[in-house]
């Protein structure tokens, strides 16, 4: 699996953008998915992760109702919707793929084994 991630720029705080994640390969539609984002200095973080089927989802706490994780298989692409972004939100984006039949998430970057080049998000305060 390949992953392109796009979406990323400079916004205000209190703003929204949308990432978006296209995968090739015929096993994204197999694959749980994950956002991790990385700040300077800092660990890569899980942002927010689906399950293949999109039936689970998974948020970390900082961005739990202003975040949302999406994915259209028919398009091999996933999504994440962010509203009302802080400076704190500032950070590379990822996004990751693992192929598995698991039902639930993945929120460790290790359990994934596909990983996008990343896109940089700013958020001006």
């Known amino acids: 699996v390949q992953l392109q991630a796009s979406g990323g720029g400079l916004v205000q705080a209190g703003g929204s953008l949308r990432l978006s994640c296209a995968a090739s390969g015929r096993t994204f539609s197999s694959s749980a998915m994950g956002w991790f984002r990385q700040a300077p200095g800092k660990e890569r973080d899980i942002v927010a992760a689906?399950?293949?089927?999109?039936?689970?989802?998974y948020y970390a706490d900082s961005v739990k109702g202003r975040f949302t994780i999406s994915r259209d298989n028919a398009k091999n692409t996933v999504y994440l919707q962010m509203n009302s972004l802080k400076a704190e939100d500032t950070a590379v984006y990822y996004c990751?793929?693992?192929?598995?039949?698991?039902?639930?998430?993945?929120?460790?970057?290790?359990?994934?084994?596909?990983w996008g080049q990343g896109t940089l998000v700013t958020v001006s305060s």
């Open positions: 990751a793929a693992r192929s598995s039949s698991y039902r639930g998430t993945y929120v460790y970057a290790r359990a994934y084994n596909y």
């Open positions: 689906i399950s293949w089927s999109g039936d689970s989802t």
